[in-house]
C-alpha cells in the first residue's frame, strides 16, 4: 500500500522567511504533484513533477523531485501573507492516473 | 470554461437516507475521480473510472456506488447514508496517459446527521 507522508503538518512562518515541506512517499513513481488548497475551495495545481530531477519553480514556490530518495519538496522563498493555505502533494500510481495525497501542510504566514 | 461542476455544493441527510452527488467536465477527459476529504487525512480516493464504461474500487469505497453515465459525467450514490459518511466530496477529471495534472470540482459539503 502506498503511503505518502507530508512534513510538517502544520508550519506558522513570519513573512520575509524561507522554508520547505517535504513529502516522502513508499513505493516507486515518477509523476508526483503540488496542490493548493485555501479554506473551503477546491484543489488548485501547482506543479507537475514527472522525472527524477525535475525542479519547477512559480514565483516564491519551487519544487523538486528525487525519485531515488522518494522525496518531492516545496520550497517557499520570502513567504508572504498569500501563500497562506493548506499544501498538498499527490503521488500518481498504478493505471488509470490514480492519486495518493499526503495529509497536507497547512501554512500560515503572519505578518 | 466550467471544469468540473460538482451539485449539489451542500447537503445535508438524515442517516439512512440516500442521495447522489453529481459530477459533470467539459474537459473532454477521458478518466474521472471521486474522493473525499476529511480533517487530517487528506483526500483519499473512492472510486474512479478510467473510461467511458468502466468503473472501479479505490481505497475506501464501502458504502458507496457509482455511475459513468458518459464520457462527461459521473455520479456518486450514497444508498443508506451513515455519519461516518460526513466529508467534503471532490470530483475531478484527468486525461490518463497523457501525464497531465488532474483538475477537482469545487466540492460538495456532505453531513450526515
Known amino acids: 500500500e502506498l503511503k505518502v507522508e507530508q512534513n510538517p503538518l502544520f508550519l506558522s512562518m513570519q513573512e520575509g522567511k524561507n522554508y520547505t515541506i517535504y513529502c516522502n512517499y513508499s513505493?516507486?513513481?515518477?509523476?508526483l504533484y503540488w496542490y493548493r488548497q485555501d479554506p473551503g475551495k477546491s484543489l488548485e495545481s501547482l506543479f507537475v513533477l514527472l522525472s527524477n530531477g525535475a525542479v519547477k519553480q512559480e514565483g516564491r514556490l519551487m519544487a523538486s523531485l528525487d525519485t531515488k530518495a522518494r522525496l518531492s519538496t516545496l520550497h517557499i522563498t520570502a513567504a508572504v501573507h498569500d501563500l497562506s493555505a493548506t499544501y498538498f502533494c499527490?503521488?500518481?500510481?498504478?493505471?488509470?492516473?490514480?492519486?495518493?495525497f499526503g495529509t497536507g501542510t497547512r501554512l500560515q504566514v503572519t505578518l | 470554461n466550467a471544469g468540473v461542476t460538482q451539485t449539489p455544493k451542500f447537503q445535508v441527510l438524515k442517516t439512512g437516507q440516500s442521495m447522489t452527488l453529481q459530477c459533470a467536465q467539459d474537459m473532454n477527459h477521458n478518466s474521472m475521480y471521486w474522493y473525499r476529504q476529511d480533517p487530517g487525512m487528506g483526500l483519499r480516493l473512492i472510486y474512479y473510472s478510467a473510461s467511458e464504461g468502466t468503473t472501479d474500487k479505490g481505497e475506501v469505497p464501502n458504502g458507496y456506488n457509482v455511475s459513468r453515465l458518459n464520457k462527461r459525467e459521473f455520479s456518486l450514490r450514497l444508498e443508506s447514508a451513515a455519519p461516518s459518511q460526513t466529508s467534503v466530496y471532490f470530483c475531478?477529471?484527468?486525461?490518463?496517459?497523457?501525464?497531465?495534472?488532474?483538475?477537482f470540482g469545487q466540492g460538495t459539503r456532505l453531513t450526515v446527521v
Open positions: 499527490a503521488v500518481e500510481t498504478g493505471t488509470a492516473s490514480k492519486l495518493t
Open positions: 475531478a477529471s484527468s486525461e490518463w496517459g497523457r501525464r497531465v495534472e488532474a483538475f
Open positions: 513505493t516507486t513513481s515518477d509523476r
